[in-house]
């Protein structure tokens, strides 16, 4: 199983934390006001941070999900502690319940791989009360996931869009079309957005591309880049510096604040990449940049 680099739970993308990586994280997890396990939680949410296969219960296993506080005015019902698609389909399908018939004092719910954070107006809603709604919803079968979409970004791999396809390659030991090959032969699935604006973080990396993150982060990179590191895939909407490798870039715009819909993906689609040269990349840009939508969706 590939291993993945949990640290994305914090949107963290620059690189391996500075304290030696995953083992450290949790006194970092606690200076940045990560939601914390109430007394009668049992084991605490740090250790969900740090692997993959081996972090106890899987999905099937638990009895239920556990309610975290973050502060005085979000709740955290996390359902896991790995990253799976049907775990994933659990956190999704409870935040449209509660999009569907919101709770009193309900401000906004944050899907991630394996929780759902659910920012409150304590002077409107209690805790218990809002457990009470979140544990209603579930009983009454009213989370169900949705259908997804299945996507198909335009993804140039040539040199000047593909960065650190050569140096990623050669981390792996693999040729760079290998590389190639295997990226876009894979389908993806879009477990959240997180860390930026339109910053997509993929599940679905074949196992053979799974380089670890870099040390240090590497120079900005340009908006619409594909990035693989940890176990994960993403997509950057913006230009940053990141501890990931650029593999790619792709014309299509995941994130646009003026379309009346601001994500074209949502969480629980796929996506595959479909190569294209340089010249095709430039005119479907000149598309994406009047407005138009580039990527092909179909039925998942």
Known sequence: MTTVDLNADLGEGFGTDRRGGDAAMPDALGAAGTARAVPEAGQDLDQGLRGTSDLGPTVAERS??????AGEAALVVEFGQSVDPALNDRVLALDAALRAAPPEGLRECVPTYRS?????????????ALVE????????????????????LPCCYEPGFGEDLDEAADRLALAPDALLRQHAGAVYR????????????????????????????RPPHPAGAILIGGGLCAVGTF????????????????????RAEPFLIQAGDSLRFE????????ALERRTEGGEVVARREAA
């Open 190 to 217: 879009v477990y959240m957005y997180g860390f930026a604006p339109g910053f997509a973080y993929l599940g679905g990396l074949p196992e053979a591309l799974a380089v670890p993150r870099r040390p240090a982060p």
């Open 116 to 128: 759902l954070m659910i920012h409150y107006d304590p002077l409107r809603v209690s805790r218990a």
């Open 64 to 69: 239920g999900p556990r309610f975290l506080d």
């Open 239 to 258: 230009p940053m510096p990141t501890g990931w490798y650029v593999v790619g870039r792709t014309p299509e715009r995941l994130y646009a604040p003026e």
């Open 133 to 152: 709604a979140v544990e209603t919803a579930l009983e009454a079968g009213r989370a169900e996931a949705r259908a997804g979409t299945l996507w198909t």
């Open 275 to 282: 190569p294209v040269d340089a010249a095709a990349f430039r």
